[in-house]
């Protein structure tokens, strides 16, 4: 099972609500402790931040790993 975590804001995140993303992530670690990923996706988006753990399955070339986005990256999403 995987877990997802993330903050918005209509505001520029700081360096805090970063560590925050990546702290939520961390209390999530049983559910998916093969990967462990937060981004800051979209530059025009600045008070975003997503991320996922994840257990690894055998699946797509990509092998799973989160969060994925489309062609130009305009576009991010974490999943289960």
């Given at each position: ?26 209390t ?29 399955i ?17 576009v ?5």
């Amino acid at each position: 099972m995987c877990g997802i975590a993330g903050v918005v804001s209509n505001k520029r995140l700081d360096v805090d609500s970063i560590s925050m993303v990546n702290d939520m992530l961390k209390t999530l670690k049983d559910r998916g402790p093969d990967q462990m990923t937060a981004i800051h996706p979209n530059p025009g988006h600045p008070g975003l931040c997503i991320g996922s753990v994840r257990l690894s399955i055998n699946d797509w070339s990509s092998k799973g790993s989160q969060p994925v986005s489309n062609g130009d990256g305009s576009v991010w999403a974490v999943m289960n």
